[in-house]
């Protein structure tokens, strides 16, 4: 009797790891955006996950409308994601267009916050006359 219950309960917790990890697997397949090929998957995968259907994401590149939709990071599309070239620093501006490491993207234009009076600390802050921006910080000199 102590028996079958250990064999159920190994088999029930074999089973629940086994669905836990497949969910975790799938919501890892709906971050990949990209096309799948045989070449992506190592000969240790198996065959079996070449043969699961995959699911694709809509991309602005096909559908441009859903860069207008409520929710939308941004109206415009670059690389196939909707993106706000207004504040987006990978995009500040037009299309590819990155902001240095220790710039922040201000209505379309790469500006360092940290000596930038218009924009002293982030966008839009500006420093009151006679003061400078110093590490993002309005001072008086």
């Keep these: 009797m102590k028996f079958r219950k250990l064999v159920f309960v190994s088999v029930l ?4 790891a086994l669905s836990i990890s497949a969910a975790s697997d799938d919501r890892k397949d709906d971050v990949n955006d990209a096309t ?10 198996g065959r079996w996950l070449l043969q699961t259907k995959r699911t694709r994401r809509v991309t602005c590149k096909k559908f441009p ?9 941004g109206p ?6 909707c993106v706000n070239i207004l504040t987006d620093r ?6 590819g267009k990155k902001c240095k490491y ?9 500006v360092n916050p ?9 966008c839009n802050n500006r420093c009151g006359n006679g003061e ?3 590490f993002g910080l309005c001072n008086y000199a």
């Design 65 to 73: 409308g859903i860069c207008d939709a409520k929710g939308s990071p």
């Design 76 to 81: 415009q599309c670059c690389k196939k994601k």
């Design 13 to 16: 917790a074999i089973v629940l």
């Design 90 to 95: 990978q995009n500040c501006g037009k299309c």
């Design 36 to 45: 799948i090929e045989s070449s992506d998957y190592s000969s240790a995968q």
């Design 114 to 122: 940290s000596f930038n009076k218009k924009h002293c600390g982030g």
């Design 132 to 134: 400078y921006c110093v």
């Design 102 to 110: 220790n710039e922040i993207c201000c209505k379309g234009k790469c």
